[in-house]
């Protein structure tokens, strides 16, 4: 899931993944400055 939006007139980007399997969930947030997403894509990927 992405969110974008506006805090205090700086731009974010929320991004959030799931997993899970028929015992377990784990939920993996990152968030930071819209402008830096595309830079931290794929070390964001790799988790």
């Known amino acids: 899931m992405e969110?974008?939006?506006?805090i205090s007139g700086i731009?974010?980007?929320y991004l959030?993944?799931?997993?899970?399997n028929?015992?377990?969930a784990t939920q993996f947030v990152v968030y930071?400055?819209?402008n830096?997403?595309?830079?931290?894509?794929a070390e964001?990927?790799?988790f």
């Open 11 to 13: 731009k974010f980007t």
């Open 36 to 41: 830096l997403v595309k830079k931290y894509q």
């Open 22 to 24: 028929s015992s377990e």
């Open 3 to 6: 969110i974008s939006g506006i």
């Open 16 to 20: 959030n993944y799931y997993l899970s």
């Open 44 to 46: 964001i990927d790799i």
């Open 32 to 34: 930071t400055g819209s």
